[in-house]
């Protein structure tokens, strides 16, 4: 089989980069607004319950479709981004995420056009989560701070909670007072969206594409593709142990906070439950973005061996679980909102957190891949939503949500052990030195 594993570019950056310092900017635009489409839509679970007649199970389906549209978009767009460049791949994202608030506009009384729309979002907040991700770092080197290699994780991970929590914040308040509330909310996404596939034909290309020529196979190709989204073998035992026990609590955090919770207490809230449930969503992403400096701050040094953010996450979510399970019982708005207080921090620890780990296990050729491995295996805590209102026929949610939060215990402990192993194995390599 030929080898299609591309080489790097030159200086890492081509002369055209170097001359664009702030070229990420436009990039992180284009993470800003993905994240803003993708999340749009939690806050209207609410309003589609109301309006347009659809039963928890069903508003709940819908961020299915999201995930499932993920998974393509993060597993496939980071590997052929690494052969092919990353900015056709993310101005057809961009440009994906637009035509889906365009199809979200037609979902009011019929779900199709709401599975259609969230498929189409979910490929491109992946596509714009592993490339965009990639594409900031490599335009962060050309930076005199490229020595800090926590500042485009911070950066990526910034632009796209701000997005995820604008986006939610923008869309809750027009549906609960603006116009027009099942079209208003997407109209906005669209004229954001506009001129953002213009704008990154301008920012400076990263990635020669592969010269596969034409004697490549499909098969080739795909197992070219699948080589990109390998763990490197010395770090696989680490990432069974620290980043995958982590990475489904980034956003199954972020379900249980503003996608379950204000089902369960919207009773209390009465006719705020739109503007509540907004208010958790913004609660959640905005402590999670103030939070992140401090991700990083845990990474630092001897942090990233000892795997201080990891278990600083966890423990944070089990808190945060715990809370849901009480609140469970007790029905209180504003436990809720501790909760969602607290299991947004843990969200912002763990995002950047995982980011920095995959950047070091990552060589320049496969971290778009790796990038989507991450955030696929992140984002699979997104069905927990899903699966709570499958399960609620048959079991309670005080029941259900204690389980979550034993099982939050359980990746506490897994994440402890990963730890602990690679600050052994760090200091008998200094002791042998």
Known sequence: MSDTRQAPLPSALPASALSRPHAWRTVAAAMFVCGWGGNQFTPLLLMYRR??????LSVDAFLGAYVVGLVPGLLLAGPVSDRRGRRPVLVAGTVASAAASVV???????PWPLYGGRLLTGIAVG???AVGSAWVKELSAGEDGAADSGLAARRAALCQTAGFGLGAGVAGLLAQWGPWPMV???????LLTAALPVLLLKVPETRRPAPDGPAASVREL??????????????????????L?????VFGAAGLAYAVMPQLVGSRVGNWGLAYATGLTVLTLGTGAAVQPLAKRLHAGAGAAKGRA????MAVMVLGAALCAADAVLLSPWLAVAAAAVLGAGYGIAVVSGLLEIQRMAGPDDLAGLTGVYYTFAYAGFLLPTVLAALSGWLPYPLMLALVAVTAVACLALVLTGARDRASAAGRQRQAV
Not at 104 to 110: A, I, M, Q
Not at 226 to 241: K, M, S, T
Not at 245 to 249: C, E, L, R
């Open 51 to 56: 309006l347009g007649g659809y039963s928890a």
């Open 104 to 110: 979200l506009c037609f979902g009011g009384h019929s």
């Open 127 to 129: 596509i714009a989560m």
């Open 184 to 190: 208003t909310p997407y109209v906005v996404h669209v």
């Open 222 to 243: 795909l197992a070219t593709l699948v080589d990109d989204l390998r763990v490197p073998a010395p770090a696989r035992r680490r990432f069974r142990l620290v980043v």
């Open 245 to 249: 026990p982590m990475a489904p609590w």
């Open 310 to 313: 990891p278990v600083a996450a």
